[in-house]
């Protein structure tokens, strides 16, 4: 089945350690989303891209960057990890076919991210 | 810019009632409208959209919802609701002719007693 897979699923790390997380997908759509989400609040987008075109919110900090090398794979990548990072955080895809026109996203099931 | 409000943060409701969820957006153009469920420690299923066309929309696990232009509402149903129906649920908004990014409500946690 086509999906969106994010590993790993759970991610432990120390205070101001280096840490990547990874999303790859089936589905060959050709936009792909970072979302962050603390408890009981909704997806905060951090950044995405629209084909190789990066695409970074204004207020998404400078500790974390996003790299996507080829259409199925997407890393976000946290430089120095606070205690206010620790979050899930959601892959995110959809196939935008025609300027303005906006698909169904399809998500991943997280990676919850631990600081220590 | 398009907002989205869910007023409600938390539903609760006893196994085999009725539920309405609510969802009232604001946008100056046509729009796109979503609802996403999250079960625990998941990602985000799509439960049901509307593009265009019929505004009575339904969606999986019996859920429905109902597109009102004149009040800006996109209000989620079902009838008859079970435990497993126990979830976070979002609603989300894109605008049709302009950026292809949704933006998400808050969330309404959906408690099912038995």
């Known amino acids: 089945d086509a999906m969106v897979i994010q590993n790993p699923r759970y991610q432990v790390t120390q205070f101001g350690k280096p840490v990547t997380l990874s999303c790859s997908q089936t589905?060959?759509?050709?936009?792909m989303y970072w979302y962050q989400q603390k408890s009981s609040q909704a997806p905060k987008l951090l950044f995405h891209?629209?084909?190789?075109?990066?695409?970074n919110e204004a207020d998404t900090p400078d500790n974390f960057q996003s790299r996507r090398p080829n259409t199925s794979f997407c890393f976000l990548d946290i430089r120095s990890p606070g205690l206010g990072d620790a979050a899930m955080y959601l892959c995110?895809?959809?196939?935008?076919?025609?300027?303005?026109?906006?698909?169904?996203?399809?998500f991943g099931p997280g990676t919850r991210l631990t600081v220590l | 810019a398009q907002s989205v409000t869910q007023l409600d943060s938390q539903v609760p409701v006893f196994e085999e009632a009725p539920v309405e969820l609510r969802c009232n957006y604001s946008?100056?153009?046509?729009?796109?409208l979503f609802w996403y469920v999250q079960y625990p420690n998941q990602g985000l299923q799509l439960l049901l959209k509307?593009?265009?066309?019929?505004?009575l929309v339904k969606g999986i696990n019996g859920f429905e919802a109902e597109f009102n232009k004149s009040q800006t509402s996109f209000h989620l149903r079902k009838p008859s609701v079970h435990i497993s129906d126990t979830a976070e649920y979002f609603c989300?908004?894109?605008?049709?002719?302009?950026?292809?990014?949704?933006?998400f409500g808050r969330g309404t946690s959906l408690i099912v007693h038995p």
């Open positions: 995110a895809t959809s196939r935008d076919e025609l300027a303005g026109r906006t698909d169904t996203q399809y």
């Open positions: 589905l060959n759509h050709n936009v």
């Open positions: 891209y629209y084909d190789k075109d990066f695409n």
């Open positions: 946008s100056s153009v046509s729009v796109y």
């Open positions: 509307y593009l265009s066309g019929s505004t």
């Open positions: 989300a908004v894109s605008e049709s002719g302009g950026s292809y990014i949704p933006t």
